[in-house]
C-alpha cells in the first residue's frame, strides 16, 4: 500500500510518499520532498529503527532542482556517518566519512564508486516516482521500481562493508 500527500506552508510545498511493503499497516519507506516554487530543495528518506519507529536514513540538499549533497545514516543510529557531494548533471562525486569522534575524512576510491551507484539507482527510483506521480502510487509498477533499485543500492552496500 502506497500513499501520497501534499501540503503548502509559506512558498514551500511538501510532498510526501510513504509505501507499506510489508502488509502490516505501517510504512517502511517514506520520502518527503520539499519544493520551492516547484523545485526541489530537500529530499528527506526515512525507515523504521529497531523499535519500528521512523527515523530520518538520509537528507538530499538540492540547489537549483538538482542535488548537490547528501548525508546519510547508513546504521540507522542517528549519525550521519557519510557526507557526499558532487557536481549538478555530473557523474563527478566525493564521499566523506564521520568518525565518531566527529572528524570528517575523504573515503577510499572504491568507495566513491559504490556510492555512484547507489546514487544512480536513487535517482533513476525517485525521478520515475516524481515524473509519474500518482499515477504510479497504485501501480505493481512502483514495487518492481523500488524492488530494482533496492537491489542495486544493496549489492553496493554489501560491498561497502566489505571496502
Excluded: C
Excluded at 16 to 43: A, I, N, Q, S
Excluded at 113 to 119: A, D, F, K, S, V
Amino acid at each position: 500500500m502506497s500513499k501520497t500527500t501534499e501540503a503548502t506552508e509559506s512558498d514551500l510545498t511538501t510532498k510526501v510518499f510513504e509505501r507499506d511493503t510489508d502488509g502490516d499497516g505501517k510504512p517502511d519507506f517514506r520520502m518527503e520532498t520539499f519544493l520551492r516554487g516547484g523545485r526541489k530543495v530537500l529530499v528527506l528518506t526515512s525507515k523504521p529503527d529497531q523499535k519500528g519507529g521512523m527515523i530520518v536514513r538520509t537528507r538530499s540538499y538540492l540547489v537549483g532542482g538538482n542535488s548537490v549533497f547528501t548525508e546519510a545514516d547508513e546504521d540507522g543510529d542517528g549519525v550521519f556517518e557519510r557526507l557526499v557531494a558532487w557536481l549538478p548533471q555530473t557523474n563527478v562525486v566525493e564521499v566523506f566519512v564521520r568518525r565518531p569522534d566527529g572528524t570528517v575524512r575523504p573515503a577510499g576510491t572504491r568507495v566513491v564508486e559504490l556510492y555512484e551507484e547507489q546514487l544512480s539507482a536513487m535517482d533513476d527510483f525517485f525521478e520515475e516516482v516524481f515524473e509519474r506521480g500518482a499515477d504510479l502510487v497504485d501501480s505493481e509498477d512502483l514495487g518492481e521500481l523500488l524492488h530494482k533499485a533496492q537491489k542495486r543500492i544493496q549489492d553496493a552496500e554489501a560491498e561497502k562493508r566489505r571496502q
